[in-house]
């Protein structure tokens, strides 16, 4: 497949954005072949792949190419709106929303590789541990040889503001469609289980850093990366279907909204019709006519542990120049002194006098919608007594959001709801070594203030990860918004706190629907991924505090979630693998 015929945007005349030169071109290798596909979208969770829907469509429908997915997880990490499934259950949910999902474009077929999807974290290292890359890569590569792609698409592999299992697919797939053709990797595929080395012609990663050009015209242009210097090319989305009826864009909408469980069914149903006011699907040229497409290198000094890793990871595969600017120009987080008080404050959801006498530290727009101050605003102020840590967090909300019932008191950013994070070294790559809770002003019925822990060193319901922990809320009535005050002790973090660089951050979630979204964040430091990225969070210094001399001072273990939904339980994974000779999983065909 040229490069022309991908894109849809070069040659003289053009129909509808693709060469008419090349448009009576069909792919015919492995047509005879039920594995074949011509493009190969590679991604972490289902849902990735939704952004792209238009263009997979646009290119079946115009060119003959055929799109299969390769999901690597089911998504049993994320939030539910739809019900109280979670784990393997919830990935199961997931599967039934992407295939339904992309069926919209014509894609027949998506590849499940049953890695588990633990939480939202920024760290592809740590994705690569509880993935077992060396499997994952073998499955990767596997499936390349047998579904034989011209093209791979795959996700951004940067690690700044980036889910690390986005991250991490992308860095599987980068490594797999080098991997594929050489006869030396995973050698047992081609001596013993009878496939053939395979080599892609073209790798494109999904660029969102366009995404405010409108327009048909939009993509006509030569265009590079800002940073890695690559050719980015684009393909827009007002395109009309001719066997649906209407825009790419919309029937892109139309599918986005079938991902009910993430919130997605509350997107407006319908796009706008203005050309002018429909985007482009942006992708950078990793490599072409299976070679890496080169550009400068520059050099960034002083990287943090995460972009140092990357870089390293960059060289190592010959593509140096995905490094350029991968750290971005981080603000210098706040700072705050958590004032040492002589009684414990009582916890009621209450500023009492004397109880707080520290710094109010005022809580900023970070994500969702800017809304004015009596719609979403807080303010929150902390305070040690002994080794219990207290924090008081007052809301302004002129909605409710849904009242959970306390079963499923989790996922706390689905509706009203306050975060604590806390780093208890000030040296966290990563939240796996931190304590992070996520607190409900009330709950269904009658139910008062409910904790969680998630996306840290622990999970689940506070009573259980943090048993020392202790919330009270006082929500208005008529409800204007309300209070959290939490009791945290530090013997509960995972590790001894340095109360010179002990690191916090406190967020707020906002809903004002009853349909499980959110729609408003706020954060005492917005900046990226606020709740994920310690580099971000502030100092706060604990005034006159001395842990314990026993206390570890290394962070324990982490305890992460590793259920995942298995394709020999997914009638539509196994019925999908009787049909196309893939094994389940991308799993071994038996040897020959």
């Known amino acids: 497949m040229t490069a022309a015929m991908a894109s849809g945007l070069v040659g003289a005349v053009c129909t509808a954005g693709i060469p008419a030169a090349h448009a009576a071109e069909r792919p015919s290798a492995g047509r005879r072949d039920p594995a074949h596909h011509d493009v190969l979208f590679v991604s972490a969770h289902p849902d990735d792949e939704a952004g792209n829907l238009s263009t997979f469509g646009l290119w079946r429908e115009r060119l003959g190419l055929r799109t299969g997915v ?19 259950p919830l990935g199961m949910l997931r599967e039934g929303e992407e295939r339904s999902a992309t069926a919209l474009a014509g894609i027949e077929n998506i590849f499940y590789l049953d890695k588990p999807d633990f939480w939202y974290t920024l760290s592809a290292p740590l994705t690569e541990r509880i993935w077992h890359e060396r499997d994952t890569l073998e499955r990767m590569v596997r499936l390349l040889r047998m579904t034989t792609p011209h093209t791979v698409v795959t996700m951004d592999p940067r690690p700044f503001n980036q889910h690390g299992g986005h991250q991490m697919s992308a860095r599987l797939a980068i490594e797999a469609f080098f991997l594929a053709g050489d006869e030396r ?20 990663s999904q660029n969102y850093g366009f995404s405010d050009l409108l327009g048909p015209d939009a993509p006509k242009e030569r ?23 209407k825009t ?8 986005s909204r079938m991902y009910r469980s993430q919130g997605w069914a509350a997107m407006p149903p319908e796009v706008p019709t203005d050309p002018e006011k429909l985007g482009s699907d942006w992708f950078s040229v990793l490599a072409d006519k299976g070679r890496a497409v080169g550009a400068p290198v520059r050099e960034q000094d002083e990287l943090r542990p995460v972009y140092a890793e990357f870089r390293k990871w960059t060289r190592r595969v010959g593509l140096p120049w995905l490094a350029n600017n991968a750290q971005p120009d981080y603000p210098a987080p706040p700072s705050t002194t958590v004032p040492e008080v002589a009684v414990a404050p009582v916890l009621n959801g209450v500023e009492g006098e004397a109880e707080y006498p520290g710094p109010e530290l005022r809580l900023r727009h970070w994500e969702g919608d800017e809304v004015p101050a009596a719609d979403s605003s807080a303010t929150a102020k902390m305070s040690r007594h002994g080794d219990d840590l207290y924090v008081l967090v007052t809301v302004t909300d002129d909605r409710e959001g849904t009242r959970l019932e306390k079963e499923d008191a989790k996922r706390h950013w689905r509706t009203d709801s306050v975060e604590i994070t806390l780093d208890p070294r000030g040296n966290g790559d ?29 999970q689940g319901p506070a009573e259980k990860t943090a048993p020392g922990m202790r919330v009270a809320a006082a929500v208005g009535e008529p409800y204007k918004g309300y209070t959290v005050e939490a009791k945290i002790p530090l013997g509960e973090l995972p590790a001894a706190a340095d109360p010179e660089r002990f690191a916090a951050n406190i967020l707020v979630y906002d809903s004002d629907t009853q349909d499980k979204t959110g729609q408003t964040r706020l954060a005492w430091s917005p900046f990226g991924s606020a709740q994920a ?13 001395t842990p314990p001399a026993d206390r570890p001072t290394v962070p324990a273990e982490p305890e992460i979630p590793t259920e995942a939904a298995r ?13 196309t000779g893939v094994p389940l999983g991308g799993g071994p065909r038996p040897c020959r």
């Open 567 to 579: 394709s020999e339980d997914s009638p539509a994974s196994v019925e999908q693998a009787r049909r």
């Open 70 to 88: 390769v999901t690597i997880t089911r998504g049993e990490g994320g939030g539910n709106a739809v019900g109280p499934e979670e784990g393997a």
């Open 430 to 458: 990563d939240t796996s070594v931190t304590f992070k809770t996520g607190i409900f002003p009330f709950t269904d019925g009658d139910g008062g203030p409910v904790a969680e822990r998630d996306a840290d060193n622990r």
């Open 248 to 255: 790419w864009a919309q029937v892109e909408r139309d599918a």
């Open 185 to 204: 990797a995973f050698p047992d595929q081609i001596s013993c289980e009878g496939l053939r080395p395979w080599h892609p012609r073209r790798l494109l």
């Open 223 to 245: 265009r590079k990366d800002p940073d890695t210097g690559l050719p980015v090319i684009g393909v827009w989305s007002g395109h009309t279907s001719r066997e649906r009826g």
């Open 533 to 545: 990225d310690p580099y971000v969070w502030g100092t706060a210094r604990l005034e006159g505090y």
